[in-house]
């Protein structure tokens, strides 16, 4: 399975001189994907187009920002949606369901009464996911769902599962979004043409990083991590001298170690072309210079990947993670929080698990960025998304529930926050303080839905230090994925695309994990297994269409 790739706590720390860097390199006009659509302008680049009259009246007086005041949504700002009957939004969300979801839900849908409206909500767990993500679309009563290029929305979009948007739909349906959504945010959501899925409001820098538990680090005289040697010494230190002892592995491991190939990739300032399912295109970014198609690769084919691969093996036969890691149902995350690991990494959210483990006494942890200097990248507008359904029997009502999750303050902050007084306070300039009790109960920014619906204007009350010190460092190393509004079209090659991924997907996780008895034999086998279930053919209509893309810019 591969891992979500979240970015929870980012928006928390970042300056506003990072935000901007992220989005400036990006506010471009969008371009379509396909080739014979290169010509084809998409609709959102100007969503902010004429809403109904009604609508238009019920609009004045709200903030010209986001963050500038309260903005609450009114009936009357749906004037063009028939609101006469009640109707119930059915919503799937993945991730785990906080202790505390259903009191939240009750909130919104108290709010929402006067719209006629209320909201079913069905998590998909992190086990269960990657199998009923698809039969939930294919089930036809859902109506919004969380999406993202790494939660199959390329997949579905290719087989019609997501409801087209146009600038139309949006300011009749979706006027609060159609008037504070970033207007480059919709080039990353949309494919040949065709808007497929609601972004979030905000880039963010994503830097990769690793956190350990800084006790057993300073038992066995590991002060700091610098580079990735580093991690791998800790690792390996941990596996002989911890593990027999206490049963605590260097990484409680499960299902891949994808996140672990992030970080090191970022030694070699690397961006993704294509992040679809396990089928990843990857290049080396050289400044002020957009790849060409020699440059891209499919990222198994990219040589540190393999020696990755083989550093994973080492530190698996050292015992490093458990050799059932790839069935493991409890995440690396969760399990070092429970202390049954001793590492983990990801990006900045990293700083919730090392607090969970810090409840204990006598546990430390600390964070370390061991790919300084390299590049830290931007996150994506389209890292996280809501779509409404193909399926949805009223998507008008669909889409304004969504309008008003993203954009209203009360609801918005509901979802992303919990309920005020009870699981934070709010200060002055948009801070927010923990609550006692508020990471067991309603974690901050951990529903999947948050991470679709932020927009950035939230920043919590005297943060970690830790955290703090991390996301300064990043401040010079900020670069935007020049290839980000480039969108692969995949409808001429989706049964090719699904046979490689296929394969993929039964040898990637076990060489991430170093499972495997020869990485090189291995490797070579997975390669050659997915030319032959067509990989040549999906390659030729990737380089195809991004070619086109290329001469555009």
């Known amino acids: 399975m591969k891992k979500k790739v979240l970015s929870i706590l980012m928006a928390l720390t970042m300056t506003a001189g990072i935000m901007t860097g992220c989005g400036s390199e990006n506010a471009t006009t969008t371009e379509s994907t396909g080739t014979d659509a290169q010509a084809t302008e998409t609709t959102q680049s100007d969503a902010a187009t004429e809403t109904p009259a009604a609508t238009s009246d019920a609009l004045a007086g709200l903030p010209d920002a986001i963050g500038d005041g309260i903005i609450a949504a009114t009936p009357e700002m749906y004037s063009a949606i028939d609101l006469s009957s009640p109707y119930t939004v059915q919503m799937y969300l993945i991730g785990d369901t906080p202790n505390d979801w259903d009191e939240v839900l009750g909130l919104i849908n108290d709010y929402l009464k006067p719209f006629n409206t209320d909201i079913n909500v069905t998590f998909l767990s992190w086990s269960d996911y990657s199998t009923m993500y698809s039969l939930v679309l294919q089930g036809g009563d859902a109506d919004l769902i969380f999406t993202a290029p790494w939660c199959y929305m390329y997949t579905e979009a290719a087989k019609g599962s997501f409801y087209t948007l146009d600038k139309d739909f949006i300011a009749n349906n979706m006027p609060l979004t159609n008037k504070y959504q970033a207007a480059e945010s919709?080039?990353?959501?949309?494919?040949?043409?065709?808007?497929?899925?609601?972004?979030?409001?905000?880039?963010?820098?994503?830097?990769?990083?690793?956190?350990?538990?800084?006790?057993?680090?300073?038992?066995?005289?590991?002060?700091?991590?610098?580079?990735?040697?580093?991690?791998?010494?800790?690792?390996?230190?941990?596996?002989?001298?911890?593990?027999?002892?206490?049963?605590?592995?260097?990484?409680?491991?499960?299902?891949?170690?994808?996140?672990?190939?992030?970080?090191?990739?970022?030694?070699?300032?690397?961006?993704?072309?294509?992040?679809?399912?396990?089928?990843?295109?990857?290049?080396?970014?050289?400044?002020?210079?957009?790849?060409?198609?020699?440059?891209?690769?499919?990222?198994?084919?990219?040589?540190?990947?393999?020696?990755?691969?083989?550093?994973?093996?080492?530190?698996?036969?050292?015992?490093?993670?458990?050799?059932?890691?790839?069935?493991?149902?409890?995440?690396?995350?969760?399990?070092?929080?429970?202390?049954?690991?001793?590492?983990?990494?990801?990006?900045?959210?990293?700083?919730?698990?090392?607090?969970?483990?810090?409840?204990t006494d006598g546990v430390t942890c600390a964070a370390y960025d061991i790919t300084s200097p390299h590049l830290v990248g931007c996150e994506a507008y389209s890292n996280n998304d809501m779509a409404i359904t193909a399926s949805s029997k009223m998507p008008e009502r669909a889409a304004m529930v969504l309008?008003?999750?993203?954009?209203?303050?009360?609801?918005?902050?509901?979802?992303?926050?919990?309920?005020?007084?009870?699981?934070?306070?709010m200060g002055d300039n948009n801070e927010y303080t923990r609550i006692d009790g508020a990471v067991e109960n309603y974690p901050p920014m951990t529903v999947s839905a948050s991470w679709a619906i932020k927009n950035g204007e939230l920043s919590e009350a005297g943060g970690d230090e830790r955290e703090k010190a991390v996301s300064d460092s990043w401040e010079e190393r900020v670069v935007s994925n020049p290839t980000i509004t480039f969108v692969f079209d995949d409808a001429n090659v989706v049964n090719e695309k699904a046979a490689v991924n296929t394969v993929l997907s039964s040898y990637v996780p076990m060489l991430e994990l170093g499972l495997v008895d020869d990485v090189d034999a291995t490797l070579d086998k997975m390669i050659e297994e997915c030319y032959a279930a067509g990989l040549q053919t999906v390659l030729d209509e990737f380089y195809n269409q991004y070619d086109a893309w290329l001469a555009t810019r």
């Open 186 to 359: 919709w080039d990353e959501t949309t494919l040949s043409g065709q808007t497929i899925a609601v972004p979030s409001n905000t880039a963010q820098p994503m830097g990769k990083i690793v956190a350990i538990r800084q006790d057993i680090a300073d038992k066995y005289d590991i002060k700091e991590l610098s580079s990735w040697e580093d991690y791998k010494n800790f690792s390996l230190t941990v596996a002989e001298k911890e593990t027999p002892d206490s049963g605590i592995y260097a990484l409680a491991a499960a299902g891949d170690n994808n996140e672990l190939w992030d970080v090191y990739r970022e030694q070699y300032d690397t961006f993704l072309a294509l992040d679809s399912d396990w089928f990843d295109m990857i290049y080396e970014y050289k400044e002020g210079q957009l790849p060409t198609r020699d440059d891209i690769k499919l990222a198994y084919e990219y040589e540190p990947f393999r020696e990755y691969a083989k550093d994973m093996k080492e530190m698996a036969d050292a015992g490093c993670w458990s050799r059932s890691a790839l069935t493991n149902t409890v995440t690396d995350d969760d399990a070092f929080g429970a202390l049954q690991g001793a590492s983990i990494a990801w990006n900045a959210s990293v700083f919730t698990y090392m607090r969970q483990a810090e409840q």
């Open 403 to 425: 309008d008003i999750m993203k954009m209203d303050t009360y609801v918005n902050h509901l979802i992303l926050l919990g309920e005020e007084g009870k699981h934070y306070s």
